[in-house]
């Protein structure tokens, strides 16, 4: 059973009604600095547990044996720490840390402590997206030729939240990291990436600091190219024409579209058989919340993974390593963007003296 603490109570509220409804999770405490926000989500689940406005509490109290993190980007680093060193296992949102240069010591905490570190990379654990992956393992698309993701959201609500102002948030690491796990979680092994990015008129008006739309190719060790795209200030497409968040898989023999909004998904497959598969009677369990703004399912879905992954003494995907692997990708994502040139994921690791 994971006696879990949240920490961190915006998105965090995905995590109560995942830990709340799940059979496999007993919320103990929720904590979040804003005294506000703790009661009114006390009041939106009933919650029956703990509430503190101090994470200590949380670090301290013997009854929770793993802390799940939904604190701001650039907080996420100190507060994996701070949990390692009292002893918890980690459930960390992405994007796991934006800055490399954290990353040993927590790899080193991870394994003095014995502690299971997971990212919460909530995007593969989408209905379409486990399926897209079970498809690919059963060898329906032959080999794999190539990948493109993207992620492209209106997301100027956004805005609102302070921190997205400060120069501390990119929307490469907030957004683009959920379509570059797709990307490594089929192609591990990208060598160099090369990318293109700019703020739009609206992302500037609204105060943003960094690139709010990028595009970007990547190379793997063993010669194969990846796309992805991230766009994040401005209208999307009806979601029965596109979906906001998708992976395409392109094999020898199939090609496959994962389609997060509306739970569709998409294949061609060695037979020459052409499927659309929707999931009508799952979209409650992943939608719960007004509109589709927030959802719950895929937090249950990986909450339940990491529940057993401790049980059964397993490691939870995607683990600290590959984390780390996916924050470095980024890292030179951003290189990229600031140099114009293709940069390579070695070099960056190198840097920060980084083996994983
Ligand atoms: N699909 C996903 O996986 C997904 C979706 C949205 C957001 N996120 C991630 O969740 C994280 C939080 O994003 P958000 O939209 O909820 O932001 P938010 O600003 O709404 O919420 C963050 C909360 O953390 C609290 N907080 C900050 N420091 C704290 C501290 N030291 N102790 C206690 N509480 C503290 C703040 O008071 C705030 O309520 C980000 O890393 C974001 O990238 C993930």
Redesign the pocket.
């Known amino acids: 059973m994971l006696k879990l603490g949240i920490?961190?109570?915006?998105?965090?509220r995905s995590t109560m009604s995942a830990a709340l409804n799940s059979p496999k999770v007993s919320l103990q405490t929720i904590?979040?600095?804003?005294e506000d926000?703790c009661r009114h989500r006390v009041a939106e689940f009933q919650f029956q547990g703990r509430v503190t406005?101090h994470?200590q509490d949380m670090l301290e109290d013997p009854e929770i044996n793993a802390i799940a993190i939904?604190?701001?980007?650039h907080?996420?680093a100190e507060?994996v720490k701070l949990a390692l060193e009292h002893g918890k296992h980690v459930v960390c949102?992405?994007?796991f840390i934006d800055d490399l240069s954290k990353a040993n010591e927590l790899l080193a905490l991870a394994e003095q402590s014995g502690k299971k570190v997971f990212i919460?990379?909530?995007?593969r654990f989408f209905e379409p997206m486990k399926r897209q992956r079970v498809d690919f393992e059963a060898g329906l698309l032959g080999e794999l030729i190539t990948i493109e993701a993207y992620y492209h959201a209106d997301h100027r609500w956004?805005l609102e939240?302070g921190?997205s102002l400060e120069n501390a948030f990119k929307w490469l690491y907030?957004g683009l990291s959920?379509p570059v796990d797709f990307i490594r979680w089929y192609l591990p092994n990208v060598e160099e990436v090369m990318g293109y990015g700019m703020l739009s008129s609206n992302g500037a008006k609204g105060g943003l600091k960094h690139q709010d739309t990028m595009h970007f190719i990547f190379k793997t060790t063993d010669g194969r190219v990846a796309r992805v795209s991230g766009a994040y200030t401005g209208p999307v497409q009806p979601v029965t024409r596109d979906s906001e968040m998708s992976c395409i898989l392109r094999g020898t023999e199939g090609c496959s579209q994962g389609d997060y909004m509306d739970l569709r998904y998409a294949i061609t497959d060695r037979t020459g058989e052409e499927r659309i598969v929707t999931w009508e009677h799952k979209l409650k369990h992943y939608f719960r919340f007004e509109g589709k703004s927030h959802?719950a399912g895929e937090y249950q879905n990986y909450l339940e993974y990491f529940a057993d992954s401790i049980e059964q003494n397993f490691t939870a995907y995607p683990d600290i390593r590959e984390g780390i692997g996916t924050i470095a990708l980024l890292q030179a994502m951003d290189r990229s963007l600031q140099t114009g040139q293709p940069v390579k994921v070695r070099d960056v690791l190198a840097e920060h003296r980084v083996t994983i």
């Open positions: 920490l961190g109570l915006g998105e965090g904590c979040d600095r804003n926000l406005t994470y939904y604190t701001p980007d907080l996420h507060h949102t992405k994007p919460g990379q909530s995007s956004f939240k921190w907030g959920h959802h």
